[in-house]
Each structure stands twice: as structure tokens, then as C-alpha cells.
């Protein structure tokens, strides 16, 4: 079938699977459980964040709608025959907010909640992310509304191939290169390039975050992760941690999640409590972030983890520690969940995981947020290195690539960081400003708009 340009308008929402047991499956609790989301949707907290920055460097309403309004938004139907017997309907989105500064790159996710206003406000994120730390790329985002950790393997394979048979027209790897998300990950990705290079020969650099073995880069998968903890590395002297003493938590024990979690313990730091979609858990003295690391890969429940005390989801927010990190899902921190937070950083690896208004009550609170533009940008810094090597058919060595992620996250925080000081706005605020002044900056000296 072939692909449709939807005519959707912004705030619009579908979810074109009817089936019963899909509207089943996406309303199931165990799906959002354990703590809850706030009712702002990504849509409105990253239009919020852009128009304040907007507001800030005085871009004109006209010129504003340019770098708000996606530049291209694809949706197709993902007909699926699952183990049930049943033929499913997903649909697929693909969204490519702004490509002043270069292809268009961004994360595919598979999870029922996927929504095509989601994947807008994630689009538009990745542009501004990408500029932040100034990548040679534009922001797109990509999304499957299926219920991933529901599907067998065999069944994931067939939905990702048909999405990129059906999307593969406004790919490639000078136009749009896609990356792991929530629910997806390096195998995700090879059967994407398998796809895609049925259609156009060998070609990796369609996608980034596959398999060393399939010319993916040497530390992509923990990039993310490391970049947070890089992130929290620099910012620790301003607030007095040194990461031996520092305690942290962290919301979301998936990829990013974990590996926060694993480099924050190499640098001796001390994981007090942690959560999945599962479950909670608390240790005053300490969670083994490798070990819980591999009870969960080993198949165990995060609540059945030996040595920690399992807590209800909705006070994991509320365990006292240093440094918070959400690694999960957008919207997790809300007003109604904030004034129980007692830590003093907040390093964002998730994308929107907190509301304008409970960043605000955050800020009052003196507690240091590092917005998710800049802190979880490693994953992308690292998928750039991962192109680069396809493109010149070349490969790092893993200390290379950590070395030069490093490079650009500490030249991202002084960067930002700088501009909030002269500015005397929040992390975030400054990152909203560099992140938006070039891509309007790149669009106006290509000739996209003009003055
Ligand atoms: P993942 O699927 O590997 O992990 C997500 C984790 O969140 C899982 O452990 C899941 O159990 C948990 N989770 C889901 N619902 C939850 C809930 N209600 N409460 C607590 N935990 C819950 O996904 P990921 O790639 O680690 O992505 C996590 C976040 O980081 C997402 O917001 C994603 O957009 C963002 N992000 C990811 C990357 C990347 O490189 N993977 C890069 C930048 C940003």
C-alpha cells in the first residue's frame, strides 16, 4: 500500500486499530501503570518551552509558525496478523519536524500510547536537541501505536518491516535517518536496514543504534546513559556533589535508565531507589545497578529484586536522594507529584518527563534541572559518530566514541550553561534559545524564509 500524507491538523488524535482487543490492550493498566502521567500532553510542553524561548528572542509570529509546524508528517497503516489470529491495524507515523540544519533524525517508539501529537512534540525536540549540540542534522521522530512488550518477536519483525516499507520513500541516509526509542532497540533497527536494503542495496547509514555486528558503533547503546551522567558530572561542583557521596534514583530501568545507573555506580555513586513499568524498589544502603541490570535481562521482576524493599510507583519520586533521573515516559513529573521530590538535580533522560508548571515549582524549589534537549542527547551525538563510520565504512574503537561524546556534552553545558548565566534564565530556557537561534539561522542563510 502505498504511503499517505495525513491531514490531520495539530491536536488531532487517531487511533485507526478499532479492534477490540487492541483498545483492550491500550487501555490496559498494566500498560501505564505504575505511576501516573500528567494530563499536558508532549504537544503542550514542548510548545510551551519553544514559544517562551519564541517570546525571548522575539521571532514574529509568521516566522514562528515556520519552526513550530512539522515540515512533513506520514502516516500509514500497519496491517499485522498476530498470534491471536487476528489481522491488527497499527498506525505508523513518521514526522520530520525541520531539516534546515541537515537530514532529518530521530527515534522510532512502539507503544500503545503513540499518538500522532506525540510524535510532533518528540519531532520537534530533535531539532532543537540536535542544535543544541550542534549536530549537522534536523529533528524528526517516528512511532508505532502497537503493544510491544505484549508481541512476540516474530510479530515486532513484521510490524517494523512493514513500517519501513511503507515510510521508506522519505528515508534514506541524506534524508532521514532513523534510531532506537522506547520499546525498540538494536535488533529493531537491523530489521529496519534489512528492509531497506531490499529495496536500495547494502546500506547502512539508513539507521543508527544497530548491532556492532551489523556496523553499528561501539558504545551507542550506553550512550544516552553516559551522556546523563556526563551531564551530571559537570554540573555536580556547582552544587557541591562529588559523585563518591552522591545518591540518585532513577525512574525507568530500560536503556537509559540502566546505564545511567551503571556509569553512575563506576563513578561510586549510590542508587537508593528504582523503577520499570513493574514496580518500585528502595535501599538505603544501595541497589546493585549491574546486578538489577541482569535480574531483569534474566527475565525477574524488579519488585522481586533480593536486598531492596519494594515500594509503591507513585513514592519513588519522593525517596530522598541527589540527583533524580526519569528514564521513562514524558509527563511523569507534574504538579500534583512535584512538592514530594527532596533531591537536588534532576538530570532529564527522558524526553518531557516534567510540566512547565512542575518545572516552575521546581525552580522555586532550588532544585537543578538539566532539560532533556541537552542531557539526553548522547544517544543522538552517538548516532551521529555511527553515520559518519557507515559513511566512510570505518570503525572507532569504543574509547574513541566516549571521548568524543564527551567532547560535545561538556562543550553543550558550557555552551548553555553560559547563555543561562548571561541571560539569567534556567538551563532549560537557554538551551530553548541556542537550540532555536540556529536552526532559524540555518533556514534564513539557505534562503528557506527570508527577511
Ligand atoms: P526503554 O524501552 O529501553 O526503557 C523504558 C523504561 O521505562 C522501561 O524500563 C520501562 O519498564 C519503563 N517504564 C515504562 N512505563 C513506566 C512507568 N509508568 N513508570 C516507570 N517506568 C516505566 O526506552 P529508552 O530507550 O530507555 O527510553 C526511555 C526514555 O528516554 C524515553 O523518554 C525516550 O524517548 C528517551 N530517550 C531515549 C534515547 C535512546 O537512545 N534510547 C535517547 C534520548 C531520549
Given at each position: 500500500m502505498a504511503q499517505s500524507e495525513t491531514?490531520?491538523?495539530?491536536?488531532?488524535?487517531?487511533?485507526?486499530?478499532k479492534s477490540p482487543e487492541t483498545v483492550e490492550r491500550?487501555?490496559?493498566p498494566e500498560e501505564s501503570k505504575p505511576s501516573t502521567r500528567a494530563e499536558i500532553s508532549n504537544l503542550d510542553i514542548v510548545r510551551y518551552y519553544f514559544d517562551l524561548a519564541a517570546d525571548h528572542l522575539g521571532l514574529a509570529d509568521d516566522i514562528r509558525v515556520v519552526f513550530w509546524t512539522p515540515y512533513r508528517e506520514v502516516t500509514v497503516q500497519i496491517p499485522v496478523k498476530l498470534s491471536d489470529g487476528k489481522t491488527h491495524v497499527f498506525a505508523g507515523y513518521r514526522i520530520q519536524h525541520n531539516g534546515a540544519r541537515g537530514p532529518y533524525k530521530g527515534g522510532i517508539r512502539f507503544h500503545p500510547e503513540v499518538d500522532i501529537d506525540e510524535v510532533r512534540a518528540l519531532a520537534s525536540l530533535m531539532t532543537w536537541k540536535t542544535a543544541v549540540v550542534n549536530l549537522p542534522y534536523g529533528g524528526a521522530k517516528g512511532g508505532v501505536n502497537c503493544p510491544a512488550?505484549?508481541?512476540e518477536p516474530a510479530e515486532l519483525q513484521r510490524i517494523a518491516r512493514s513500517f519501513m516499507d511503507k515510510i521508506e520513500k522519505v528515508l534514506g541516509p541524506t534524508r532521514d535517518i532513523p534510531a532506537p526509542d522506547v520499546n525498540t532497540n538494536a535488533q529493531t533497527m537491523a530489521w529496519l536496514m534489512d528492509e531497506y536494503g531490499k529495496l536500495h542495496g547494502h546500506t547502512p547509514a539508513i539507521c543508527t543504534g544497530k548491532p556492532i555486528a551489523l556496523e553499528g558503533s561501539y558504545g551507542r547503546e550506553a550512550a544516552t546513559g553516559r551522556g546523563c551522567v556526563y551531564m551530571f558530572r559537570e554540573a555536580a561542583p556547582h552544587l557541591g556533589l562529588s559523585p563518591a557521596d552522591t545518591t540518585f534514583a532513577v525512574q525507568g530501568y530500560g536503556n537509559v535508565g540502566s546505564w545511567a545507573a551503571r556509569i553512575m555506580q563506576q563513578l561510586g555513586a549510590t542508587m537508593v531507589a528504582v523503577s520499570d513499568a513493574n514496580g518500585a524498589i528502595r535501599s538505603d544502603s544501595g541497589i546493585?545497578?549491574?546486578a538489577l541490570h541482569e535480574h531483569i535481562a534474566d527475565g525477574g521482576l524488579i519488585t522481586e529484586f533480593e536486598g531492596a524493599e519494594p515500594i509503591d510507583a507513585e513514592d519513588l519520586i519522593a525517596v530522598p536522594c541527589d540527583v533524580f533521573i526519569p528514564a521513562a515516559l514524558g509527563g511523569m513529573i507534574h504538579e500534583h507529584n512535584v512538592d514530594r521530590m527532596q533531591c537536588k538535580m534532576v538530570v532529564e533522560g527522558a524526553n518531557s518527563p516534567t510540566t512547565p508548571a512542575a518545572d516552575r515549582i521546581l525552580n522555586e524549589k532550588g532544585v537543578y534541572v538539566i532539560p532533556d534537549v541537552m542531557a539526553n542527547a548522547g544517544g543522538v551525538v552517538v548516532s551521529y559518530f555511527e553515520w559518519v563510520q557507515n559513511l566512510q565504512h570505518f570503525r572507532w574503537d569504543e574509547r574513541e566514541v566516549n571521548d568524543k561524546l564527551g567532547t560535545i556534552m561538556r562543550r553543550a553545558y558550557r555552551e548553555v550553561s553560559?547563555?543561562?548565566?548571561e541571560e539569567r534564565v534556567t538551563l532549560r530556557e537557554a538551551s530553548y534559545l541556542v537550540?532555536?537561534?540556529r536552526v532559524v539561522d540555518a533556514a534564513r542563510t539557505r534562503g528557506y524564509i527570508s527577511d
Open positions: 491531514t490531520t491538523s495539530v491536536g488531532e488524535r487517531e487511533h485507526p486499530d491500550a487501555k490496559d512488550q505484549k508481541l546493585d545497578a549491574n553560559g547563555r543561562a548565566k537550540g532555536i537561534e
